[in-house]
DNA sequence: GCTCCTATGTTGACATTGTTCACATGAGAT
DNA sequence: ATCTCATGTGAACAATGTCAACATAGGAGC
């Protein structure tokens, strides 16, 4: 009652309560009532401006989403791809974004990919973490850097391979320690021989 | 009232109970309340064998890492490690049972490897999927199948990445038909070059 | 400047859920 | 036959998601 929200900020107040609370206690743990007492509002004002509890909540992923891609872009940005160890290093930088982010933000990470958020097919249009991945193979495949015959569906391998160890990191399968291994095991996969640096990425 | 669970079959009763609503509506949904009026039987007796509700749900989520296990089992059972042919024949096999499982039991796996059943550190005499793999990948070794120098932290990298691709299946971030696609750019990065079959699996 | 409409927030209520505590009861040991 | 402990019951509580009826503020149109 002290602060109305009569000025639309109402939606964008609660996707930031609900993503501090994700934070903290993870997603399964949050409440649209509690949210909604800690901004000083009314349980159901929520419905005004989200079908559901979900739906908030699918706004808390998006957010995970794209605090991933910013992370990635971050690396992106640090390594221009003009030369083949900056190849490498872009590489291997955006595997450990990744990881990173998974390790920081676990119920995020959670959340974000989790099954509120239907992660939806990539669009081919997309410009989000699977793109980055995509040209960051493109740059290595150009720099003649992968082993030969690997490139087609290495996407989709090296998807596959990053986000399971995220995953498995997330649920404490993994120690945080094996970060490195997985890193050097993914590098002498996919580089030609000779072409493996002592320290991958940074 | 009708028939009394004195007998101490209550506590299977339930499990198989929460694991069939699981397999329906993920275990999100279901509630201890109904597996108990399903059972004809109070709410709070499901409180004489489990501490909480996610203590049932671990159960079940136990349930779920066994029936992967037999899966996995079965495939080693049907090809005998004494030939090369048969030991391509394991390692990609195990990955297809990994990934039919997702596909087949999404919510039961969702469960088996979500953060409710937090999955310990495998044990050094594990005698799971994890150790499945791991004799695999040495048969792979024995028979010399395996590019030179990427054996090690090889297990780590197989898992995440079949992990990771059935949780993309999962998701629904990427369809049934790449699964073929994703096994077959496994075989290319870590079988010798010319041993390639042109069916990988079965 | 007045009026009306729509977006936004409130009140109160309902069904459902997990959980607990005091109590009943039945089966097996003594 | 009795005692005891494991097991199931009943009633209750607090919390939650959700909804419908209602209030109100602030801008659009005259």
Redesign the interface.
């Known amino acids: 009652m002290s602060r109305n929200y009569h000025h639309g900020a109402l939606a964008e107040a609660m996707v930031d309560q609900a993503l501090a609370d994700v934070r903290v206690q993870?997603a399964?743990h949050v409440s649209l009532r509690s949210i909604a007492q800690t901004l000083e509002v009314s349980p159901s004002s929520a419905y005004n401006h989200f079908a559901d509890k979900d739906d908030l909540l699918r706004a808390v992923g998006a957010c995970g989403l794209a605090a991933l891609d910013e992370r990635m872009a971050r690396v992106l940005a640090a390594h221009p791809a003009d030369n083949p160890d900056a190849a490498r290093a872009r590489f291997s930088g955006l595997g450990r974004a990744y990881l990173a982010f998974a390790i920081d933000e676990t119920h995020l990470f959670?959340l974000t990919?989790g099954?509120i958020c239907?992660?939806?097919?990539?669009p081919p249009e997309d410009t989000g973490p699977y793109n980055k991945l995509t040209t960051a193979l493109d740059d290595l495949d150009r720099w003649q850097l992968l082993k030969p015959?690997?490139r087609?569906?290495?996407d989709?391998?090296v998807?596959?391979?990053?986000?399971?160890?995220?995953?498995?990191l997330v649920?404490?399968?993994?120690?945080p320690e094996?970060v490195d291994?997985?890193i050097?095991?993914?590098a002498?996969?996919?580089f030609i021989?000779g072409a493996l640096s002592a320290a991958e990425g940074r």
């Open positions: 993870g399964e959670q990919f099954p239907a992660v939806q097919e990539i015959g690997i087609s569906d290495l989709l391998m998807w596959a391979s990053t986000h399971g160890m995220a995953t498995l649920e404490g399968a993994v120690p094996s291994a997985f050097d095991s993914m002498r996969l996919v021989e």
